[in-house]
């Protein structure tokens, strides 16, 4: 997971906006892709972006792209405590079988 | 729709024993299955990539001895570690694609091993 990079650790405030940072090399990834991850559970997939879009609003969540700073952010608007959980990103490196190649996690906790 | 199961979730074994986890897409063909490895508090690895009756393709540094890869029909692949040892514990995870839904994964709940 060395090629993407995500800072490992963000606390927030129940009702605020968490942002989550990623950054990936490849810029020949075709997706990029936002999960969540719960204690002793497997990947939810939350979203995705396709590269040739800057951003992408899903309810809460939203999703920037910055393709020339190989940039990758994740909003959550009106964090709640259910939201607590480590958020991968990942990208879909072009050719073969699409493997992805994930970032190391954010853990978001959300406090009162 | 799309939903994978991993069995079993969790599984504790003795050094030396061989243990298989199985992935089955339930509700749909994965043409394409991928098996990933997990150690607490990092990253998902990718370990090796199966298409259904073909031989898996495994990453560099994946001892494909160690860890048989069968994708023998298009809901079922499993991941056999052989002769465990204690750091093969790890938490396993496996996804898979079908073709016709294009670039998604969808991924199992994982299987949590223990090798004492």
């Known amino acids: 997971g060395e090629d993407v990079e995500q800072s490992l650790f963000l606390s927030v405030r129940e009702g605020d906006s968490s942002v989550i940072n990623c950054t990936y090399t490849?810029?020949?990834?075709?997706?990029l892709y936002w999960y969540k991850q719960e204690p002793g559970a497997g990947l939810q997939l939350l979203t995705y972006i396709f590269s040739n879009m800057d951003m992408k609003q899903d309810q809460r969540l939203t999703v920037l792209l910055n393709k020339k700073d190989k940039h990758l952010s994740l909003r959550i608007a009106d964090t709640q405590t259910g939201d607590s959980a480590i958020y991968f990103c990942a990208e879909n490196r072009a050719g073969g079988y699409n493997k992805l190649i994930f970032g190391a996690g954010t853990r978001l906790a959300v406090h009162p | 729709g799309a939903v994978v199961s991993q069995h079993p979730s969790r599984v504790i074994c003795k050094s030396g024993t061989s243990v298989k986890i199985e992935c089955r897409s339930l509700d749909f063909q994965a043409t394409t299955m991928f098996w990933y490895r997990q150690f607490p508090k990092q990253s998902l690895m990718l370990m090796a990539t199966s298409n259904e009756g073909s031989k898996a393709t495994y990453e560099q540094g994946v001892e494909k001895d160690k860890f048989l890869i069968n994708h023998a029909s298009l809901t079922l692949s499993t991941l056999t570690v052989t002769s465990a040892h204690p750091e093969d514990s790890s938490f396993y995870i496996c996804?898979?694609?079908?073709?016709?839904?294009?670039?998604?994964?969808?991924f199992g709940p994982g299987t949590r091993l223990t090798v004492l």
């Open positions: 490849d810029s020949s990834s075709t997706y």
């Open positions: 996804s898979a694609r079908e073709r016709a839904r294009g670039h998604e994964q969808f």
